[in-house]
């Protein structure tokens, strides 16, 4: 890619040096032709026709120069359009893969390699309406890709490039979706406040087209997101069970306003209900919902959803003191979550794992496990440094269980794309 590079590099180098003798050129002939047309002028005979003929040559080169130079502005254009659908089209199947059992390793890695690239392409086009559906593509695949990794400022910006290309092209439903996008990153920055100002933002300029229920369903999920994690920070009492409350009525709003059958939409919305149980301590409740959108992930071969599913189907079974079925369930999770190389997964079920062999009195299994959890993380956790610590032999163990359940918004994000396409 690097060579590639440095060939449009010497290609545009060479482009800006003709650019600049051909506009030397055009104003010569343009000095030229206006000096023969005035010598020309009141002559008679052979000079007037040789002057009139000579000036006449020089339009024409003049011309054929103008024709050549919109046509290489028009190629090159052509060619930074293609560009940017190639890696559309490479984006999009590359996120369907991301988290299944048809290349999600591969998909993984192809994002790591690629994720620069994309980027660049993204701040470089500038916005037009034969090119917006292409960049809108990259900026699903992208946002999957940071939901997933996660990268709450980096899908920040991806929600700003869109939104300024969607005003300049004025596409509503891409501004939609782009302020439900910030929702979701500042919701992953703690900012809850911001968080629900922008989704109040994409309902005032909500559409009422084809892909109008779709976002409907993502707000709705958005704002139970919210509740959960305002339900994360208040103390136990009646304000957490108010936000726990509210996240359950939000998700089941999410599942009248879905836009047809959506199985992956069905496995998202019955995780997120399985978390809203085990925050009320309805462990039983939980694996109503949790049993068969397992079935759902794995019949759709949706790993990353079957994993998500086994790993709470473990805390369910801990919370009903099965600490052997919660094992079994987290080491086949994690084994999962490695398959598609979903780190914060797999060191989420690492940590179940080393916190249930510090509950054994375990310590040497649980340091190991605890530390492989710890190289996994992209940010830090509170829980697992207390852990941690209780392995170490330098604190007690935490007297929570473990950390909160995970909330999440699934990969049926990823699908809204299509509704964009039709």
Request: hydrophobic letters at 45%.
């Amino acid at each position: 890619m690097s060579d590639k590079r440095d060939e449009d590099e010497q290609a545009s180098l060479t482009g800006y040096i003709f650019l600049g003798a051909g506009a030397v050129a055009t104003g010569l002939l343009t000095d030229l032709t206006s000096q023969l047309l005035g010598e020309s002028y009141g002559k008679s005979g052979a000079v007037q026709w040789v002057g009139f003929g000579v000036t006449f040559l020089l339009l024409v080169i003049l011309t054929l120069q103008l024709v050549f130079r919109y046509r290489r502005a028009r190629r090159r254009k052509l060619q930074t359009s293609s560009e940017l659908h190639a890696a559309a089209e490479a984006a999009e199947q590359w996120m369907i893969a991301l988290g299944s059992d048809a290349g999600g390793m591969a998909a993984a890695e192809w994002f790591t390699l690629n994720e620069d690239w994309l980027r660049e392409l993204l701040a470089t086009e500038k916005p037009a309406h034969e090119t917006l559906d292409d960049f809108a593509r990259i900026c699903d695949a992208l946002e999957a890709w940071y939901v997933r990794r996660p990268d709450p400022d980096a899908l920040l910006h991806l929600s700003d490039l869109l939104s300024a290309a969607a005003e300049a092209c004025g596409r509503r439903g891409l501004a939609e979706l782009a302020a439900a996008r910030a929702a979701t990153a500042y919701r992953m920055l703690g900012d809850l406040d911001t968080a629900s100002t922008k989704l109040g933002i994409s309902d005032n300029i909500a559409t009422h087209g084809r892909t109008a229920a779709a976002l409907k369903m993502r707000r709705q999920v958005e704002r139970a997101l919210l509740h959960l994690a305002t339900a994360e920070r208040a103390p136990a009492g009646s304000d957490r069970d108010e936000a726990v409350l509210n996240a359950r009525d939000r998700l089941d709003d999410a599942r009248l306003s879905r836009p047809g059958p959506d199985l992956a939409a069905d496995v998202a919305i019955s995780i997120n209900l399985a978390v809203v149980q085990l925050y009320q301590h309805d462990s039983q409740g939980a694996l109503d919902h949790l049993r068969p959108a397992h079935a759902r992930a794995t019949a759709a071969g949706d790993v990353s959803g079957e994993a998500h599913a086994l790993e709470l189907i473990g805390v369910a079974a801990w919370m009903q003191r099965n600490p052997h079925e919660a094992v079994s369930r987290w080491e086949h999770a994690a084994h999962l979550y490695a398959e598609i190389d979903e780190r914060e997964g797999h060191a989420r079920c690492l940590q179940h794992l080393g916190s249930a062999q510090v509950a054994a009195g375990n310590l040497d299994a649980a340091l190991e496990l605890l530390e492989q959890s710890a190289r996994l993380r992209t940010s830090e956790s509170e829980i697992l440094t207390r852990y941690l610590d209780a392995a170490r032999k330098t604190s007690e163990p935490p007297v929570v269980d473990d950390d909160q359940p995970r909330r999440t918004a699934a990969g049926w994000l990823k699908r809204l794309r299509a509704l964009f396409s039709r």
